[in-house]
């Protein structure tokens, strides 16, 4: 069985010609060819083999990450026409703080505007103290050479998402966002909606948590590792009057981005199973060995799956 993961999946936009996508009729395209090459995995049977109910069934289960309301206007009607199912994860905090996610505002500045833009800017406000120790050097063989758009648009994801620690980030991307005004997301429509989550669930979707504020829960304490599972639980379940089965899926991905004991609080509360990134077929066993950690293909390692207008890899995001 292989289990397949999503983000943005629209048209092509002209006015963000640099906006990391599937295009929707790439994964239409994607869709025919997984029917016709493996066929999905019916709903049920998946559950029931998680549970340990029945034998491991063989297929294709797609995911989609980040709560996106492309999810609602292009895949959603797709997987219903097809009389298909999907797992979405949502993370809260784009709900409860009404402000959309750092790691989404920098898609949208390096979208909009394109990394050679954003790059002298973005280093003009980045100061070597707002770096910890361990990556200063790092930072400056990456950053500090000529490259073009393409490599400028992973340079500006690095710094923001990687090189910087947490607590400077709101604030660069604020400073930022004043001299490139578009980058600023609307929560509201950049996001799924609470109605639109509740027909998704009534409609056979499962909806999973993908935390509450998209950090990577390897460089968080375990208190806020805890809170950012257990309260994002809470309050999926309150929006959408109790989820048919927990599951989650860690930011970013790769097992570098949680420890044994992030898989320890999954445990904990509750959630049957959660997605990693490892490029590999889901065994029978994996259910009973690493439930909290299954893996998990990109799109984009399969036909027709290749994204555009940015960098490809989960790691990048
Ligand atoms: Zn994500």
């Known amino acids: 069985m292989k289990a397949v993961m999503y983000h943005y999946v629209r048209p092509d936009v002209s006015n963000a010609p640099w906006y990391y996508h599937l295009d929707i009729e790439d994964f239409r395209a994607q869709l025919d060819y997984f029917e016709d090459e493996y066929g999905f995995v019916d709903r049920d049977a998946f559950l029931a083999a998680v549970r340990g109910d029945a034998d491991l069934p063989d297929g294709v289960v797609l995911t989609f990450d ?6 609602y206007e292009w895949v959603f009607p797709e997987l219903q026409r097809r009389g298909l199912w999907g797992i979405f994860y949502v993370p809260t905090s784009p709900y409860t703080q009404e402000k959309a996610l750092s790691v989404h505002r920098v898609h949208a500045l390096v979208g909009k505007y394109g990394g050679d833009a954003v790059l002298e800017p973005l280093l003009n406000v980045v100061n070597e103290e707002m770096v910890p120790d361990a990556r200063r050097e790092e930072f400056h063989t990456e950053t500090y050479q000529n490259q073009n758009n393409r490599e400028s648009v992973t340079t500006v994801k690095r710094i ?6 947490y607590e400077h980030r709101e604030d660069v991307l604020n400073t930022l966002c004043e001299q490139f005004p578009a980058a600023n997301l609307d929560s509201e429509t950049f996001y799924l909606r609470p109605a639109e989550l509740r027909e998704m ?20 304490s375990q208190s806020a590792q805890r809170d950012e599972i257990i309260s994002s639980f809470d309050y999926l379940s309150t929006v959408v009057d109790g989820l048919d089965v927990r599951t989650f899926c860690y930011p970013y991905g790769g097992f570098h981005t949680f420890t044994e004991y992030t898989r320890g609080v999954l445990d904990d509360a509750g959630c049957l199973f959660s997605f990693n990134v490892e490029s590999r077929d889901i065994q029978q066993d994996d259910f009973q060995t690493q439930p909290q950690a299954l893996p998990r293909y990109d799109c984009n390692e399969f036909r027709h799956g290749d994204a555009s207008g940015g960098v490809n890899s989960h790691e990048m995001q």
């Open 66 to 71: 980040d709560g996106l309301s492309d999810h």
């Open 201 to 220: 669930q009534d409609a056979g979707m499962i909806l999973g948590s993908h935390s509450i504020t998209h950090r990577v829960f390897s460089k968080l």
């Open 160 to 165: 923001l998402n990687y090189f910087i620690a």
